[in-house]
């Protein structure tokens, strides 16, 4: 804990609380004082990157003694390309992470109002208490964000900014094309919206909403975290605006990002085939895991992401100790933190085993977690 | 650049420049067309990495579907056991960098004093300037920063931190340990030494100063960079006192280092054996450097570092004449930005072919340089 007397602190950095966002399964494994037999918490893509990837990985390591392009010039050009625009609009970091901390510092001044779902990234959540902002939430309808109330409260509040993910996180919603393209028309002026798209490669055809990259109201954020399997790799970016986007250039770092990670993107990128079957292989998982929890008297949501919301019929406290007793039989998954979603627990599609190993462990975790209510 | 009407971004935000510390080579060789010869400009080490970190990137590369541990636990301990001290004083974090930019956006609120050499290390400044601070800066002594300078000075302007660089980049000078504990002692009540250590590694014996680890007026930055060969992956620790390092839990990227580096960092730290063969090759490339220096009539600078800073006797224009000539012939390197130390130019060490070509290009250089100026 830092020492609030400290008066080298700035007045804001005195007032942020020490919690962080979120623990890593590494942290619990310690604590546990073994490995986890399935890691199925963080959705991450245990199918792994594509094999072009790790080899690009493999040539690039020994030339790990140059720092990368500060630019990632040739990557941000294959994004461009990819998605037929100009590479003035690509902004590439150190995950969507790095990027939301970076447009919230360019965006956010003390004292400024945020408008979030409540539930929704903790991350991005963390960077707008970190700067000053004020967040401001709205609920989720169902199991849905809701675009029209968030737009509503940034109108009524002022706000700078508006997060939504699509598909979303906990829940695994999405809303189509044109309910994302009606949002954009309600974001009101001297407001920006925040789309983080971290998962649309696995959501279904009708998803991407149409949004010219110079459009004013809205910067996108995609990653290769999720289906693309390079999660520990921390490589995504940032698609808007032109100034928007060079803005970054005042606040980044510059030299942040691994030079092997910008040659394992660029691989993964040029690898469409395995990124086809991922999204295979996840659809697949999807429905093996929605088969476990419906065997085990469980609700699941419908995904359009790489992981499984599992309605568990009760409240937070009883979904606490599902995660629980699975963390404790090695099975590492998470669950949403806000009610009423932390009825649920969060499971990520994985390889048959890993699933094999979640359905072994489930029955009894339920009863644990049954008797302990 | 960023539409400075844009009513979206912060004042702060405005009010930067669109300048960014360092452009990289690889802009250069895109410039120019064709790849340089001899990489010498950014003190990377062009003898690599340990062939044991190497082999561990290759082994951890398939593993990068996997987040990092965000507590980086088996690094940090283990560079906690090659200091001697708790792992509670050191924190990892994305290079030097990343961590000065954590530091000040922790301890430098807009208007802010920090006082600097002049000609110092540009990405403190940038991050500095940033996050709104003042820079105060004092003249070098010589070719040397000046402790006394620099601590009279944050007391008359009642700063928040002193930045200085020990052995310094870019004149490659050093000051004995006596020294840097006086400047400790001298510290102000309300102040911070940020005691930038990257290159101590390839410093004489009787550099490193004895400074406890809970020492409340000093950080010390090292890094994995230099003599380790591993710049591309972005791991760089601090240590100091538990508070201050606790307190970087409030406002860092947890999430933010590759898997693969942190596989890397450790297995390079656990080959000292391969950091003793580098210390031997940095002496010799600086012996050899210095000797072209002299051989085409320039004064190379004694050096503590793992490069070589060499007057070439004339003023900033005719250096930065030299730097662009030999550019032109595929040598990449850099000079100090700021009178008078911009009348030198700064050579990394590498390996001998690299040296050779720098060799070969230099007299050529000098000579367009002359008919030039």
């Keep these: 804990m830092a020492d609030p007397t400290d008066p080298r602190l700035t007045p804001l950095a005195l007032s942020l609380p020490a919690t962080v966002p979120f623990v890593g399964p590494e942290a619990q494994e310690r604590a546990r004082g073994k490995p986890f037999v399935a890691r199925l918490g963080a959705n991450e893509s245990a199918f792994g990157p594509s094999p072009k990837a790790i080899a690009a990985m493999h040539a690039a390591a020994a030339g790990s003694w140059q720092y990368a392009d500060p630019e990632a010039h040739d990557l941000r050009q294959a994004i461009a390309a990819h998605h037929g625009i100009d590479a003035a609009h690509i902004m590439v970091g150190e995950g969507i992470d790095t990027l939301l901390g970076n447009l919230v510092r360019l965006t956010v001044a003390p004292g400024d109002p945020v408008v979030t779902s409540a ?164 659809v697949a998982a999807r429905d093996r895991l929605a088969g476990v929890a419906r065997d085990n008297g469980l609700t699941p949501l419908p995904s359009a992401t790489n992981f499984v919301t599992m309605d568990c019929g009760q409240d937070g406290a009883f979904a606490r100790q599902v995660v629980k007793a699975l963390g404790e039989a090695g099975i590492f998954v998470r669950m949403p933190f806000v009610a009423p979603h932390d009825r649920c627990i969060r499971v990520s599609c994985g390889p048959d085993d890993a699933i094999a190993a979640f359905a072994a462990a489930l029955p009894q975790a339920l009863s644990t977690a049954r008797a302990a209510s």
Tied chains: 1, 2.
């Design 119 to 282: 539930g929704a990234y903790p991350t991005f959540n963390y960077h707008v208490t970190g700067f000053g902002g004020i967040l401001h939430t709205v609920p989720y309808a169902g199991d849905f964000e809701d675009p029209e109330r968030l737009t509503a409260r940034a109108a009524e509040v002022g706000a700078k900014l508006i997060y939504i993910a699509n598909p979303d996180n906990p829940m695994g919603s999405h809303h189509g094309a044109a309910t994302i393209q009606r949002m954009v028309s309600h974001v009101p002026d001297s407001c920006l919206l925040v789309l983080d798209e971290a998962y649309i490669d696995l959501a279904p055809e009708g998803t991407v909403p149409f949004i010219a990259p110079d459009d004013d109201r809205v910067i996108r954020m995609r990653t290769f975290s999720k289906a693309y399997g390079l999660a520990g790799a921390r490589v995504g970016y940032a698609i808007g605006p032109r100034p928007l986007i060079a803005a970054f250039d005042r606040v980044r770092n510059h030299f942040g990002m691994a030079r092997i990670s910008q040659a394992a993107a660029l691989a993964a990128l040029r690898d469409q085939d395995w990124l086809g079957q991922v999204k295979a292989m996840v």
